[in-house]
């Protein structure tokens, strides 16, 4: 599938966090998912239309924003025992390279910080589109979803069960619906 041709959309945006989502999932008890999401980011995107690989992302999240729908469990992932909040209260992601997959496909490579570890993270992103909105802002969409281990990032708490397994898994995947305003 040809790559469309997106030049037009060359240029500075700013993530409209009203109308984005950066989220997650993980497996509890091994018998069920739990999804939460984060409520208070920010972050820009240097978009090359002509040159996909030139373009760069950047988004700083809030770690005391997380939101599973349990104020206990939100308080727990706050802690020591997770996300140690207080200490380190915003998790950050840098691009260091993108590339074209060909048609509405990209692939986006950076540097996830979290616990003041970094690592390395890679997201899959198709483009879902560019419009003007009716307030005049010139638009771009984009929905990703990567996977990580959190014990990457020393995020290690866990508890055994009864019936084996453990009661938080390792793998954790991160679903992102991005909506983007050109900067004027």
Do not use: C
Request: glycine residues 10%.
């Amino acid at each position: 599938m040809a790559t469309p041709d997106l030049s037009a959309l060359t240029g500075e945006y700013t993530i409209d966090t009203a109308h984005s989502t950066i989220g997650f999932t993980v497996r509890h008890a091994m018998v069920t998912n739990v999804k939460g999401k984060f409520l208070d980011f920010s972050g820009s995107l240097q978009l090359d239309g002509g040159k996909p690989s030139a373009s760069t992302a950047s988004i700083d999240v809030k770690m005391d924003s997380i939101d599973t729908g349990s104020a206990d469990r939100d308080g727990h992932l706050k802690s020591a025992d997770f996300f140690k909040t207080e200490e380190f209260p915003t998790m950050t992601f840098r691009s260091t390279s993108a590339e074209s997959l060909g048609g509405d496909d990209y692939r986006i490579t950076g540097d996830l910080t979290i616990l003041g570890t970094t690592k390395p993270l890679t997201i899959d992103l198709e483009f879902n589109g560019a419009a003007k909105d009716p307030f005049g802002n010139e638009r771009v969409g984009f929905e990703g979803k990567a996977e990580l281990l959190r014990s990457e990032w020393g995020l290690t708490w866990n508890a055994a069960l009864e019936t084996g397994g453990v009661l938080v898994s390792d793998k954790i995947k991160l679903n992102f619906d991005i909506s983007a305003i050109r900067n004027a």
